[in-house]
């Protein structure tokens, strides 16, 4: 009996590797195979975005970003971060918790004047946003990530609520870690993948019963503003629910805000939402073919026309 428990802990260990989508080793072998055969779809995305970046970003702008913009965006985070903290007391299923960081990235969203384009918004119209009550056909929203603002605008724009898969590191950050922690969202600890089977489980089931699941396949924020390799085993948990996965494109958003900055360059972006793909028949096998065709939805909608 005991050998059976410890041989079902050891499967369990290997499928979480698997869906280490934040794991770093990982993310930098990806890294040096896409700096080995570079992808002219994203290269020429990115030659036509880094053709639209708006002009009017001197110091001016900076001083509006350090001044004002940046010190609001964490009163807001500050003040509803401990709110949220107070509700998850008695928040048992999250919704109070959704509907004030849904405010608070509201909040942002008008703070930084960025009006948001949205494309194919018929491919998200089908979820029980309507009627929360009715469970829905599972579904996995694969995000591209380029900033730090992508969250707020997923908040504001995926109208029903999701949980979010993030890696631990991200737990050190006051209130926004207070908030992943107690909000029931899905925390992967790629330093020791053993300690995230629970939670891992848990979205498993939350995502059969209907709740969408929102995933950054590339493991973090891009440092170029380019679309990074997805990492291995990223729609695990898509192809075990039988999810649909729905392919969205944030633009722009890397120039609003890249890493390692807190100069908000206020412009427009767009949200580009493709067709759902389905996993229904598909099994972990499929992982590398459903990674391919997910990533191939997003470089169109990435390389599509800008709309003017």
């Known amino acids: 009996m005991a050998q059976s428990k410890n041989s079902d802990r050891g499967r369990d260990e290997y499928k979480l590797n698997k869906i280490a989508t934040t794991a770093e080793p990982e993310k930098e072998r990806s890294d040096l195979r896409s700096a080995e055969t ?8 990115s030659d036509a975005s880094a053709a639209h970046v ?3 970003h001197g110091w001016l702008s900076r001083l509006r970003s350090y001044f004002i913009l940046s010190p609001l965006i964490w009163l807001y985070t500050i003040i509803l971060g401990t709110i949220s903290l107070i ?12 509907d004030l960081a849904r405010f608070w990235s ?8 960025s009006p948001l384009t949205l494309t194919g918004a018929n491919n998200i119209s089908d979820s029980n946003a309507n009627n929360p009550a009715e469970p829905s056909k599972p579904c996995v929203y694969a995000i591209t990530h380029a900033s730090a603002l992508d969250i707020p605008i ?9 949980r979010i898969v993030f890696k631990s590191e991200l737990l050190a950050y006051p209130f926004v870690g207070w908030h992943l922690k107690r909000s029931g969202q899905v925390c992967i ?6 300690a995230s089977i629970g939670a891992v489980k848990s979205a498993l089931r939350s995502l059969r019963s209907g709740t969408p699941l929102v995933i950054f396949p590339e493991g973090g924020r891009t440092r170029d503003g380019k679309v990074q390799p997805f990492l291995p085993g ?5 192809i075990k629910a039988q999810a649909d996965i729905v ?3 944030l633009v722009d958003t890397f120039d609003l805000l890249p890493m390692n900055t807190y100069h908000i360059k206020c412009q427009p972006l767009e949200m580009r939402v493709g067709e759902p793909i389905s996993t229904a028949g598909l099994t972990v096998r499929d992982t590398d073919e459903v990674s391919a065709k997910v990533r191939s939805a997003i470089e169109a909608l990435h390389s599509a026309p800008r709309i003017t």
């Open 54 to 56: 708006p002009l009017g």
């Open 38 to 45: 570079p992808s002219p779809t994203v290269s020429a995305w």
């Open 106 to 113: 509201r909040l942002i969203m008008k703070t930084i004047l």
């Open 87 to 98: 509700c998850s007391l008695f928040d048992r299923d999250g919704r109070i918790q959704h």
């Open 247 to 249: 392919p969205i494109a």
């Open 154 to 162: 997923l908040y504001v724009y995926l109208p029903f609520q999701f």
């Open 234 to 238: 990223a729609f695990f948990l898509a």
């Open 189 to 194: 600890n790629q330093q020791n993948p053993a």
